[in-house]
């Protein structure tokens, strides 16, 4: 079995704290084509996907599984309040399921997105889908 | 906004050059979103958008929608893959309408397709209103 059962319940170390700057939202918000206005205006609500991600590939290096072989799955925030600028946000990545479907691992994680004082700022859940068998350097046994 | 009102579907056209400037923003590295090789070595029919980029056209959308309203939840499952060609674009639509009204908040009910394909599952968003 490619990731470990043992896994679910883990929470991950919180990931470094990332400040939200005008020119990383601006490049985010370009990148979706989005307005967006550097001396304060709103965050695209998608933004603490990058502080998830980081989350994630911390986790999936941890557990040497392949950032190729993860595709995801499905993703929902919940927002306590909006992303601002200024804002120093951290994640902190727990893994609340695992399943196997067709050789493939089905991974759900919750990661809990915070600010500088520790207040939760929004919550993002998230499945992620690892195919293709083995973790990098084992040996496939299915 | 009243239960019942419809969006104006919003086309987003998605480009080769698109997955990485979002790869490149949000830092994702995954190559399955730029290397035509790696996406089909994993079982992907080419390469495929992020399925973030595709739902943060939605979160685009609905902040076209709703001049600006504050999001209180956003998600979606990514069931069908948008497969953006080495040449053109992939055409992604949101179209939307409102679902409920209720205590301060507005429910949309959402549809996004690629190429006349539904690429989200039980896409939701939920707005101050």
New interface residues.
């Given amino acids: 079995m490619p990731v470990d059962q043992s896994l679910v319940g883990r929470e991950c170390p919180p990931t470094a704290p990332l400040e939200v700057t005008g020119e990383?939202v601006a490049?985010?918000a370009?990148?979706?084509?989005?307005p967006f206005d550097a001396s304060g205006g709103?965050v695209?609500?998608?933004y603490p996907?990058?502080l998830a991600?980081?989350a994630m590939q911390a986790f999936l290096t941890s557990e040497e599984i392949d950032?190729?072989?993860?595709?995801?799955?499905?993703?929902?925030?919940?927002?306590e309040r909006?992303v601002r600028l200024g804002d120093v946000l951290t994640a902190t990545l727990s893994v609340v399921s695992l399943r196997q479907i067709g050789g493939a691992d089905i991974i759900g994680t919750s990661s809990a997105i915070t600010d500088a004082d520790g207040a939760l700022v929004c919550t993002g859940?998230a499945?992620l889908v690892h195919?293709?068998g083995a973790p990098s350097g084992q040996q496939e046994t299915a | 906004m009243n239960p019942g009102d419809a969006l104006g579907p919003r086309t987003f056209a998605i480009t080769r050059a698109d997955l990485v400037a979002y790869a490149a923003a949000a830092g994702d590295p995954n190559p399955i979103h730029q290397d035509e090789e790696v996406a089909r070595s994993v079982g992907l029919p080419g390469v495929i958008a992020h399925g973030m980029l595709t739902l943060g056209l939605v979160g685009r959308a609905v902040d076209e929608w709703t001049g600006g309203a504050e999001v209180v939840e956003l998600g979606c499952k990514f069931t069908q893959p948008v497969v953006v060609p080495a040449e053109g674009a992939a055409e992604v639509v949101v179209a939307g309408t409102v679902k409920t009204v209720a205590d301060g908040l507005v429910t949309l009910a959402l549809e996004v397709t690629c190429g006349g394909t539904k690429v989200l599952g039980m896409p939701k968003a939920v707005v101050r209103g």
């Fill in positions: 990383r490049a985010f370009a990148s979706l084509g989005a709103a695209p609500p998608t996907i990058v991600f980081d950032l190729f072989r993860i595709v995801h799955g499905e993703q929902r925030f919940a927002y909006p859940r499945t195919s293709g």
